[in-house]
């Protein structure tokens, strides 16, 4: 028997491959098929079965692809209705893969159709759970995604305390927990940065297994969610509806367009320019209009919080040679509509003579000497909020980056305003964005709040609170 954990760290997304002699199942495939073909092919073996934990909201699933490609059966649990042929299984139905069994639990509460997947050996003796979205290493899923009807999230909590107390807890302390998603998913707010870990020590430390009461449950699980990224219903959506072959997607947006052609295309078809591109980098000339949301942060997350539309066209400027990986990224979370990439990047249009941009950037030490020749400088913190409440700049004002299209009337048009977050990616992205809406006057705070903290601490207003 092998178990394979394939860990995406842009989505914090875990996929699995299970694989016993000769069979091989896929446990939430990222959208991309290829990994997982090559993977059983190497191995000689036949992949049959894709089970699906739920309908996804932060990612586009690979299980409609995957299954044209090799033949495998989907499966999801009950009240999976979907456009496309599925198995619903049954609660506690056993699947035979090679010389091991997978029994499908049904565990509502994140969703009305989540279902964990326990693995058995050769042995029939209980070996490991493929959680979703159901228990995560340190946290539970959250239960305000699914909300339909008159069904609350009160209602989903609940429904996700009998689920955890009547099929998981139950299992063998040494049974090890696969979970979908890891520190930095917006699917939870309390995850560990492991990725695994056995059911006995998330009994002893995770703080929702060790809640008294299913009320003491649903009051500590629903205490501090964050609103949810607008993508996540159109994903999951795609995920129940279907969507358009990866491999179709993935020709389309990997076009390399001249500088002329790619100026052409924009006008034409009003594409978005989005510059991957490092922040420092973006900072020193860019398309002017053009947003930067690096591929070296968590790109596909702030794609979806900043994009309101998956049928947006986009237009690339990428670093030579990751075009296609930011075709695929992009891919991942729904964003089909690339209309292709500058060929040769930023320096292509450069060297044409086209017009660019830049935004100032400075050290901290430069900022800290401007504050204090300034005192009432604006300074806009595009941190959360909860971050900004543990420690800020005491005169700085708060507009969260996902939220920082609401907070312009606010924002001086003619004096400068320092923007930072908490290490430089986010303040490059904000400023991106406002240079975009208008605001030349934006200085950009490199290493953010940490370069800050490091040379001046004494500018910080700590709550206190925070640190017991």
């Known amino acids: 028997m092998i178990i394979e954990q394939l860990y995406t760290g842009c989505l914090a997304q875990g996929a699995y491959y299970i694989e016993s002699n000769g069979e091989a199942a896929i446990i939430d495939p990222l959208r991309e098929t290829a990994p997982y073909v090559r993977k059983a092919e190497k191995a000689g073996a036949s992949i049959k ?39 619903h299984a049954t609660d506690g139905e056993v699947f035979r893969l090679g010389e ?62 009998d689920s955890l107390h009547t099929k998981i807890m139950p299992l063998p302390d040494d049974v090890i927990v696969y979970p979908a998603h890891g520190a930095g998913s917006a699917c939870g707010k309390n995850m560990s940065k492991e990725t695994t870990d056995t059911l006995g020590n998330q009994k002893l430390f995770n703080y929702a297994l060790r809640a008294h009461s299913k009320d003491q449950f649903i009051e500590q699980v629903l205490d501090g969610l964050s609103k949810a990224p607008a993508y996540f219903a159109q994903n999951a959506r795609l995920n129940k ?27 034409e078809t009003g ?19 053009s947003i930067n949301i690096g591929l070296n942060g968590q790109f596909a997350p702030w794609v979806g ?13 990428t670093p030579v040679g990751l075009e296609k990986e930011t075709v695929l990224r992009l891919a991942r979370v729904g964003y089909d509509q690339c209309i292709g990439y500058l060929e040769g990047g930023f320096e292509a249009w450069q060297a044409t003579g086209n017009e ?17 020749a300034n005192p009432q400088a604006p300074i806009l913190d595009v941190r959360k909020p909860a971050e900004f409440d543990a420690e800020h700049l005491t005169t700085a004002e708060n507009s969260p980056l996902d939220t920082l299209n609401d907070h312009l009337a606010g924002i001086s048009h003619t004096e400068p305003v320092y923007v930072h977050c908490a290490g430089g990616y986010r303040s490059m992205v904000a400023n991106s964005i406002l240079k975009a809406r208008g605001f030349d006057n934006v200085v950009n705070v490199e290493g953010g709040l940490a370069a800050v903290k490091k040379a001046a601490p004494e500018l910080l207003r700590v709550n206190e609170s925070n640190l017991h």
């Open 49 to 87: 079965y894709i089970f699906e934990t739920h309908f996804h909201a932060d990612f586009v699933s690979g299980h409609i692809d995957l299954a044209k490609k090799t033949g495998a059966t989907i499966v999801y649990g009950a009240n999976a209705n979907t456009a496309y042929e599925v198995h």
């Open 100 to 161: 091991v069994f997978i029994k499908a639990l049904h565990t509502p509460g994140h969703t009305l159709e989540s279902t964990t997947y326990l693995l058995m050996d050769e042995t029939g003796r209980e070996h490991a759970i493929f959680t979703g979205d159901t228990l995560f290493i340190g946290d539970v899923g959250r239960p305000d995604l699914a909300i339909k009807g008159d069904l609350t999230e009160r209602d989903l909590a609940g429904m996700l305390y």
């Open 356 to 372: 660019i941009d830049a935004i100032e950037s400075i050290t901290a030490d430069e900022f800290i000497q401007r504050l204090a």
């Open 271 to 289: 594409a978005l320019m989005l510059d991957v591109r490092e922040a420092a980098d973006f900072a020193k000339g860019f398309i002017p209009n």
């Open 241 to 267: 509806e279907g969507y358009e072959s990866i491999d179709r997607v993935m020709q389309r947006g990997s076009q390399a367009l001249s500088a002329a052609a790619f100026e052409a295309a924009v006008n």
């Open 305 to 317: 919080a900043l994009i309101p539309d998956l049928k947006q066209p986009i237009a690339l400027i």
